[in-house]
């Protein structure tokens, strides 16, 4: 991952940077303006003298692309400074050239700017880049909120380090209300952060949607909590069966398993279908969704079967092993969307 900046921003005073960590979005490299508008600018320059692109009266450098059935745009103006468009260009370069083992690059950008991207990586493609081909542009919907949108130039503005300090501050509520034991400040964070994320990831990136931050924290539904609550709940069972010396791992499936049971291996082995399909389809959405029906699984599976109560000693082991495969998907799961799987909650 990158961001591109301006000079000035000094990333040990950046405000944005401490929202990034408490969502814990990290950055390998970080890329500023002024390194990547020369580049762009000096591509542009070389395709001028290619003949790719065309330099109008007033001077300006332009290309057109209505042979594309796009239309003509500035890539230098008059008096030779760049636009967005010429940064980009560098910047694309540059990150191929920094990083010489990757294939392609995802620009995760608002859908307001799909006709841009279209641009961009048509331009590289002309300059005689073919990894150009293998760019491609994670467009998502913008997100609305009951009180304004989340990121706007104009109406009400959502600043989103008061949003995750509200959702963390509703899970410390939550947890008061419903009586729980004290939760330390951390668990409160990751079940706070966990079910920001999980709301805004579940639904295809594609998608304009409504965040509902109270909704978002219930412990029924499809929410992360819900999810974390599951994963909770099996660690619990977990645990009870090593204070009790019992050793499941091994353990192979019973003759007669109830349909519940079958259901949920199922879903357990369904895993690297999903992974492959949401990477396949840039959409973290259908990871989402598959730790959700995994966590609804287990708890219909949970009230269709006797667990420390079964009297067949291979049904019992066959479903403390379960139990603990569909542990180890929920958290691989939530962790793939950046989201914690608390042990107790």
């Not at 260009?89 to 050239?97: C, D, P, Q, S």
Request: hydrophobic letters at 35%; proline letters at 4%.
């Amino acid at each position: 991952a990158y961001e591109i900046r301006p000079r000035d921003w000094s990333s040990d005073v950046c405000s944005s940077d401490l929202t990034y960590k408490r969502m814990g979005v990290t950055f390998e490299k970080l890329y500023y303006e002024s390194d990547t508008y020369l580049l762009g600018k000096s591509e542009v320059m070389k395709g001028l003298e290619a003949g790719t692109f065309y330099r109008k009266e007033d001077g300006s450098v332009w290309v057109d692309l209505t042979g594309d059935g796009l239309d003509q745009k500035v890539l230098l103006r008059s008096d030779g400074t760049s636009v967005y468009m010429t940064q980009d260009i560098g910047t694309a370069i540059l990150r191929f050239r920094d990083f010489p083992g990757i294939e392609g690059q995802v620009y995760t950008v608002g859908n307001e700017q799909e006709y841009h991207f279209k641009v961009l990586f048509l331009i590289l493609k002309k300059l005689g880049f073919q990894w150009a081909e293998k760019c491609f542009h994670l467009s998502y919907g913008m997100v609305d909120l009951p009180t304004g949108r989340m990121k706007s130039r104009e109406g009400t503005v959502v600043d989103a380090d008061d949003l995750m300090e509200e959702m963390v501050q509703e899970a410390a509520r939550q947890s008061a209300e419903l009586g729980k034991a004290d939760p330390s400040a951390e668990l409160n964070e990751m079940v706070g952060i966990g079910a920001l994320k999980y709301f805004l990831l579940k639904v295809d990136p594609k998608k304009r949607m409504m965040f509902d931050p109270s909704e978002s924290i219930q412990l029924q539904g499809n929410t992360g909590p819900f999810i974390q609550y599951t994963h909770a709940r099996i660690c619990a069972l977990i645990r009870k069966a090593e204070e009790q010396g019992i050793n499941w791992k091994g353990t192979v499936t019973p003759d007669g398993i109830h349909p519940s049971e079958r259901d949920l291996i199922r879903l357990v082995s369904k895993y690297p279908e999903m992974l492959k399909t949401a990477a396949s389809t840039y959409s973290p959405a259908v990871m989402a969704n598959y730790a959700y029906e995994l966590a609804k699984g287990y708890n219909q599976f949970y009230q269709s079967v006797r667990i420390f109560g079964e009297p067949d000693r291979e049904k019992f082991l066959f479903r403390i092993s379960l139990s603990a495969q569909v542990a180890a998907g929920i958290r691989r799961s939530l962790s793939l969307l950046g989201m914690g799987a608390p042990e107790r909650m």
